[in-house]
């Protein structure tokens, strides 16, 4: 059994340096809350998620460095410009039986 999480890349503005991520990943919100750039500006509601606000030179640079985080697969969405990442927890059977 695996839980799959998502997480969002996307530029604010195009040609700005400012880049929003949202994850309910918690290895990723855990490496973005030990980045210096990032700040959290906003969580969800009825579900584990953190946005937070970048600053990176390029979109290639922000698209390497949670690529790197992410260390799993990648799956870009071309038509809104927003990178999509998809990662996976597998879990062991004790552990699905304390999920149940």
């Known amino acids: ?11 604010e503005v195009k040609g700005e340096h400012v880049y929003r991520v949202q994850s309910d990943d918690p290895v990723i919100v855990k490496k973005l809350k030990k980045t210096k750039n990032a700040r959290i500006i906003g969580q969800g509601i009825n579900q584990y998620q953190l946005t937070f606000v970048l600053d990176f030179d390029s979109p290639k640079e922000a698209r390497k460095t949670i690529y790197g985080m992410a260390g799993k697969t990648v799956v870009v969405d071309d038509k809104s410009g927003e990178t999509h990442i998809v990662t996976y927890k ?6 699905q039986l304390n999920i149940l």
């Open 90 to 95: 597998h879990h062991s059977r004790n552990e």
């Open 1 to 11: 059994m695996a839980i799959e999480y998502n997480t969002y890349l996307w530029q």
